[in-house]
């Protein structure tokens, strides 16, 4: 049973950053290929982020800040100018509705496809480590190919390109930008032994696995500041063939290395409260923390969209708690949730990807 006690706290107003949010219900960010091939956000994203305004922040799609970061077909970018006023009316429609919007900024690394971006780039990655299972890609389901070890240079650039993604979300109206770090993208892969191979002072400690990531972050933050920058991770997810035997080693590892820069949030990604790990990190991080419910990945969700899930991780120590697909099919989930009303379950009977409203700006309000 929820405490209900507990439930009320995310109606409470909370400071994020410059920021100041009316309740401590974030929108997860949730990959939904309505974008050009190209990386535009599609019309269709603005009247979808816009109806769910209520949310106390939204976090965008994941955005590629690069051409090579590309990861599935039709996914948004941060590093061209129409890209930019793409979500320009993103953030002008969250913004109408008396919303926040952070966006963020993710670079798919191994998980990619040269048939998945315009240029028909082969996947970057920590080290030559091909992603198991295969991927998605306009044709059907392929095998991922090898992906070309990054150098010296690709880092740097790469670096480079999340700066500008940054400055580019900020040019689009956005509040703040999250960095991905998280389920099983670039960032994550430098964090993991079954993915980070390398040799070089980028890879085999705990301190040689962060690096990259805390490099990113740190520029990141003296573009756009600490305030408008969050961090996303990980520690469990072991999707996309992520090794998290050594998650107690790294992550702590990487908080010591930017708790200094103050950042605005810190996003726990399918958190598991009952992990001693979680309570460490908790302790550990002196700013606030935003975690996202373990629901699995099958549907259907919880009837509660995960709110008492929810409520486990405020009472664990979490200031604020991101839902996903409950805001997905509630763009009302702020007021369903105040109300006690049922929630709209999310919709099978089509996919919630592609290009339509269907499963998208469709599913209906509290009358």
């Given amino acids: 049973m929820t405490n209900e006690t507990t439930a009320r706290r995310l109606f409470e107003p909370v400071k994020l950053g410059a920021l100041e949010l009316p309740n401590r219900m974030v929108m997860a960010p949730m990959t939904r290929n309505r974008a050009t091939f190209e990386g535009v956000p599609l019309p269709l994203m603005a009247e979808y982020y816009g109806q769910r305004a209520t949310a106390g922040l939204i976090v965008g799609e994941a955005s590629t800040p690069s051409p090579f970061g590309f990861t599935y077909p039709e996914i948004a970018g941060l590093y061209g100018d129409d890209q930019v006023e793409g979500w320009r009316a993103v953030a002008d429609a969250v913004h109408a509705g008396g919303g926040r919007l952070f966006l963020q900024i993710e670079h798919g690394g191994r998980i990619g496809h040269p048939d998945n971006n315009p240029g028909g780039h082969l996947p970057q990655a920590p080290s030559a480590v091909r992603l198991p299972g295969g991927i998605h890609t306009p044709t059907g389901h392929q095998e991922a190919p090898v992906p070309v070890e990054m150098t010296a240079a690709d880092l740097e650039r790469t670096r480079g390109e999340f700066v500008a993604a940054a400055r580019n979300a900020l040019r689009a109206g956005a509040d703040g930008v999250e960095v991905h770090a998280a389920n099983g993208y670039l960032l994550n892969q430098f964090l993991s032994s079954s993915t980070n191979l390398r040799t070089d002072g980028y890879g085999g400690s705990a301190a040689g696995k962060i690096r990259f990531v805390v490099e990113v972050v740190e520029a990141v933050v003296a573009e756009v500041g600490a305030e408008r920058t969050g961090l996303r991770i990980s520690p469990w997810n072991t999707g996309n063939g992520i090794d998290v035997s050594d998650s107690d080693e790294v992550f702590p590892a990487l908080l010591d290395a930017v708790s200094h820069l103050g950042l605005a949030y810190l996003h726990i990604a399918r958190a ?96």
């Avoid at 369903?336 to 339509?356: C, F, K, T």
């Fill in 272 to 367: 598991l409260p009952g992990e001693a790990l979680f309570g460490r990190l908790r302790e550990q991080w002196t700013g606030l923390l935003v975690a996202n419910p373990e629901l699995g990945e099958e549907l259907p969700i919880p009837a509660d969209g995960g709110l008492s899930k929810g409520v486990e991780l405020l009472e664990a120590g979490a200031d604020l708690i991101a839902f996903g697909r409950a805001f997905l099919a509630n763009p009302d989930l702020v007021e369903r949730y105040r109300v006690g009303a049922a929630l709209n379950p999310v919709r099978e009977d089509v996919s919630m990807y592609g290009r339509g409203p269907e499963a998208l700006t469709d599913y209906p309000f509290l009358a």
